[in-house]
């Protein structure tokens, strides 16, 4: 563009009464390197006629000059200036010798947004005429607000027009105004004028907007508001607050405006709005109400939106005066991904209750055998428009599931209050049910969560975007939660051992005859910890138990070894075991291993169980040295007792004589016995008496 040239704009806003307009243009030029040797280049705009009919003044038709630096080295943007073509100011009521204040904000800012961008003065406030009115006029750098100080304003002076006579038009003195916006070595000027009403005539006003004198007009009544049907929030001007949006949700406020009562009583000002630098996709609705006003802004952001946009508003009343202009600033920020909050980790019946787990992997869930393990978790979305799902990455393991979705805003750790549209999937939780198997012992597994946000309007902007937080699950070995009124034979049955072997591991129990609680954990295993020479087979015949028991007790073993290593089975791993002490081998033959859970035994005694005698009942089989009648060979006499109990098939309740008793039992060193005995009454053949003993063998009566 050259001089002499016509500028083409783009008219977004315009007044008849004020005489102007507003309207923007891109002017395109191309530099021959980002900056002029080291500094900036300067742009200049300069035109003729800022103010011609406006008034009948004398020295109208005055040129405007502006200038801008560019530095593309530094910045592809500069500074921009949100102000109006004209500001009517309310006349402050003061004389010479106290004069009142009035202010007004000129928002600057940068496109890109949170940059800290100060407004000045670029010169001294200048009339239009010969005359003036002593002004003095202050700049607040950071907030961009101008403040007045005045004597008074004459009659000629001001704005005033005599609206009884038709065709009049407004008398009065513009001051202008030219501001530089600055950030770093870029700066940006704006130029505009203001001129003051007379305070019998009251000019227009944002309602909820802050004061601009020192007497402020009084309000609508609250009927008046009520019949709008305002939204509870108010709307937020700048710089007091800013707006949060986010690319394809809406921005949205409510503006009204109002005109307090005139001098003359004339109550029937109709009141408009008048809108400047609406972002592209914005609308105004239509106003409803006459004085006051309103009308509802909307505003769905794109992509190419990113960043702060500045919206001014102007209330217009019938007669033609104007407001000062009010300046809502909205800044669009990329759609944030889901967030994770704490989890809470909750295990049926588990006195402990519920406790909090971050999420963050360093510290494992533990699981328990047979028990219900539910973990919550909490998701939420910055932006209290969108919607949250939580699922999880490939498949659950077996007994795992994840239950329904549910709303949880109370869980929010940070709800805006501001927010317009809230989604009741703005936070979300959603928890994993899983009772694990009885083969899942020493089972680890990591589990990976996920919140998946929705993308929004305009073409789907911002796209959704997903968190991913994996977690490990652990499951305990050797230990199981028992069901509702299980018995230790119950549990028994699930391993393949029998409940003397549970109940010998379980030194707690003091009586095998009570019934288990619901959640009640108890041991299954020893813990076992490998020596330097042990093998599974090692350890399957040590132990009188098989490698497939070692797999179904440790299900780690199934799954690839740990870095820097071929296989699980290395000195100090811990495996479970269920031990065997009829078939195992004798004490001594162990390995560099050893027992790494050691049990304290039970009180010693002779214990007895009785049950039905089946037609084919199998009597017991005696025991001498370490065989037994069929010639099975054992470890040690002790080992033989154990077995032939094994053989009677103790499946019931288990008591304690108290001595003397009516059975007799022989155990002599090395060897021991154990015989099925008729009851007392002559009731052989009808029930069995099945003898233990727990504790030294040996010899005597009971």
């Not at 300069?46 to 630096?69: A, E, M």
């Not at 239950?403 to 703005?426: F, I, W």
């Amino acid at each position: 563009m050259t001089g002499g040239q016509f500028m083409k704009l783009t008219v977004e806003a315009y007044s008849v009464s004020e005489n102007w307009i507003y309207g923007t243009t891109v002017i395109t030029h191309r530099y021959a390197t980002p900056n002029n040797h080291g500094l900036a280049w300067i742009a200049t705009f300069s035109g003729c006629c800022k103010v011609s009919p406006v008034n009948n003044l004398d020295s109208r038709d005055q040129p405007w000059s502006i200038t801008s630096s560019v530095d593309l080295s530094v910045d592809s943007y500069s500074p921009r200036i949100a102000a109006a073509p004209v500001y009517s100011l309310p006349d402050t009521n003061a004389s010479a010798s106290s004069p009142g204040t009035a202010d007004w904000v000129v928002p600057a800012f940068h496109p890109a947004g949170r940059r800290a961008v100060t407004l000045s003065f670029a010169n001294p406030l200048t009339v239009l005429t010969s005359t003036a009115t002593p002004v003095t006029a202050t700049v607040d750098g950071a907030t961009g607000r101008i403040r007045l100080q005045l004597a008074g304003v004459a009659w000629v002076e001001s704005a005033e027009s005599n609206w009884a006579l038709p065709g009049a038009v407004p008398l009065g003195k513009f001051y202008f105004v030219k501001v530089n916006a600055t950030l770093g070595p870029h700066f940006v000027q704006a130029e505009f004028l203001f001129r003051m009403e007379l305070r019998n005539e009251p000019i227009p006003r944002i309602l909820y907007a802050p004061p601009h004198s020192d007497f402020p007009p009084l309000p609508p009544s609250d009927d008046a508001i009520a019949a709008l049907g305002l939204p509870a929030l108010k709307p937020r001007f700048y710089p007091n607050a800013t707006y949060q949006g986010y690319p394809g949700f809406p921005v949205m406020y409510t503006i009204a405006g109002y005109v307090p009562p005139y001098s003359d009583g004339n109550t029937m000002r109709v009141v408009g709005l008048g809108v400047k630098d609406m972002p592209r996709g914005a609308r105004l609705s239509t106003m409803r109400g006459t004085n006051p006003a309103a009308a509802d802004f909307e505003w769905v952001p794109c992509l190419d939106q990113i960043g702060m946009a500045v919206t001014c508003f102007e209330a217009v009343e019938s007669g033609g005066n104007a407001s000062i202009s009010e300046c809502i600033a909205a800044q669009v920020d990329p759609e944030p991904a889901p967030l994770f909050t704490l989890a809470a980790d909750y295990t049926a019946n588990d006195p402990q209750g519920v406790l909090s787990h971050d999420m963050n992997g360093s510290i494992p869930v533990l699981v328990t055998l047979g028990a219900t393990k539910l973990y919550t978790v909490t998701a939420y979305d910055i932006n209290c428009q969108d919607s949250v799902a939580i699922g999880v990455l490939g498949t659950l393991p077996a007994g795992a599931e994840l239950l329904a979705q549910e709303s949880a805003l109370a869980a929010n750790p940070r709800p805006d209050p501001y927010c317009p549209r809230v989604s009741a999937n703005s936070a979300v939780r959603r928890a994993l049910q899983w009772i694990a198997p009885t083969y899942s012992g020493g089972m680890q597994r990591q589990i990976c969560f996920t919140a998946t946000d929705q993308p929004g309007g305009c073409g789907g902007a911002g796209g959704a975007n997903a968190t991913v937080q994996c977690v490990t699950f652990q499951v305990v070995k050797c230990r199981y939660s028992v069901g509702n009124e299980h018995q230790l034979a119950e549990v028994a049955y699930l391993y393949n051992t029998n409940w003397l072997q549970i109940w010998k591991m379980n030194p707690d129990l003091r009586h095998p005859d009570y019934m288990l609680f619901r959640g009640q954990t108890i041991y299954i295993g020893r813990l076992y910890t490998i020596g330097a020479s042990d093998t599974l087979a090692g350890l399957a015949s040590r132990y009188g138990t098989s490698i497939t028991s070692l797999y179904h007790l440790n299900n780690e073993l199934l799954d690839p070894a740990p870095a820097n290593t071929t296989t699980w089975i290395v000195p100090g791993y811990t495996l479970c075991i269920i031990p065997n002490s009829c078939t195992g081998q004798a004490q001594g033959e162990a390995s560099q291993g050893g027992l790494y859970y050691p049990l304290p035994s039970k009180p010693q005694g002779l214990y007895y169980t009785s049950q039905p005698a089946a037609a084919t009942a199998t009597p017991l089989q005696a025991c001498t040295s370490n065989s037994n009648t069929n010639g099975v060979m054992y470890a040690s006499a002790a080992a033989c007792t154990a077995q032939c109990l094994n053989l009677a098939a103790l499946q019931g309740s288990a008591r304690r004589l108290p001595p003397p008793s009516r059975a007799r039992i022989a155990c002599a060193a090395g060897q021991g016995s154990a015989r099925a005995l008729p009851m007392a009454g002559g009731s052989a053949g009808l029930r069995r008496l099945n003898l233990f003993i727990v504790g030294p063998a040996v010899a005597g009566a009971f």
